[in-house]
């Protein structure tokens, strides 16, 4: 069983946490990025190799002057 500050009566189990991070977790991203500003006119596109499961493969990411990632690409 997993505790936390809650009241020494009150039980939660892992499984528990799993399935409200499953039912809430979009929700609460989508709230998160609603309140972002919107990605700027800049951006950059950063390029690397990265080995996935033993194998080489390129990893393209569009990066805004802020840093924050527009859109990424695995070939």
């Known amino acids: 069983m ?3 500050s809650c009241p020494a009566w009150i039980e939660v189990s892992y499984e528990t ?3 409200w991070t499953i039912q809430f977790g979009p929700l609460i991203a989508r709230n ?3 309140g ?3 990605p700027t006119g800049r951006w ?3 390029e690397m190799v990265v ?3 033993g194998q080489c ?3 393209w990411r569009a990066v805004d002057d802020e840093g ?3 859109d990424m690409l695995v070939q």
């Open 44 to 46: 950059r596109l950063d």
């Open 68 to 70: 924050e990632v527009l």
């Open 32 to 34: 998160l990025r609603r």
């Open 36 to 38: 972002r500003p919107g």
């Open 2 to 4: 997993w505790r936390s």
């Open 57 to 59: 493969m390129w990893l």
């Open 51 to 53: 080995k996935i499961g």
């Open 17 to 19: 946490v799993r399935c």
